[in-house]
């Protein structure tokens, strides 16, 4: 964890006083490279747009690495990654109303999802003030026909990671950043999915 971000954590300390997984900041660099490696195959015209997309992808990584390594997700790179998804779909030429009512629907589901599980389950959230504003962001920037299929394969993404390592507390975030990703830059793909299976259970 950088300084700074501790800081966002720990404003009146600052530093927690124990030493963070080393390893954090070299995960992010690799999830940078996949990223960027899924962007250039997804054959983007290069434009401002793209360019929107390719610092998106250092913040998500970012994200995503620290959900790994302290099961924390940083206000200070979900709310740029909220402005740059606007940002983004006004450069795209989209109308306005997909990323606003994306972004509602996020943060409404998420939110109504967890005081759910909180009824049901007192004394554990299921999902945190983090994973609500992620979802917020990932509505933003997939729009709100393509939010439920974000959630559906990041909480499939997440199960398969759990089941490699059963005995771990693994977080959310990085099964539904990773589904974020590769629906903003393959909006298309559930309905290819769809009608892939479709004909092979047709014959």
């Known amino acids: ?48 747009a793209w360019v929107v997309l390719a610092l998106a992808a250092m913040l998500w990584a970012r994200q995503m690495a620290l959900d790994l ?13 909220l402005l740059l998804a606007f940002l983004y779909h006004g450069l795209s030429g989209t109308a306005w109303a997909i990323p606003v009512t994306g972004a509602v ?12 599980i909180a009824r049901l389950r007192p004394g554990h959230s299921g999902l945190g003030g983090g994973d609500v504003k992620l979802l917020a962001a990932l509505g933003a920037w997939v729009g709100p026909g393509l939010l439920l299929s ?14 490699r390592q059963p005995k771990a507390d693994l977080p959310l975030g990085p099964g539904l950043i990773v589904a974020g990703w590769v629906l903003t830059l393959w909006p298309q793909a559930p309905q290819a999915l769809f009608l892939f299976v479709q004909a092979a259970i047709s014959g």
């Open 150 to 163: 974000v959630i559906g394969l990041g909480c499939l993404l997440s199960l398969l990671l759990s089941l």
């Open 105 to 116: 629907l996020g943060w409404g589901g998420a939110t109504a999802l967890a005081w759910g």
């Open 1 to 48: 964890m950088w300084p700074f971000e501790a800081r966002c954590l720990y404003p009146s300390t600052g530093w927690p006083g124990k030493i963070p997984p080393g390893w954090v900041t070299p995960v992010m660099g690799v999830v940078v490279v996949i990223f960027w490696g899924l962007l250039y195959l997804a054959a983007l015209p290069i434009d401002m």
């Open 69 to 81: 390594g302290h099961q924390v997700l940083l206000n200070v790179y979900t709310y740029p990654l």
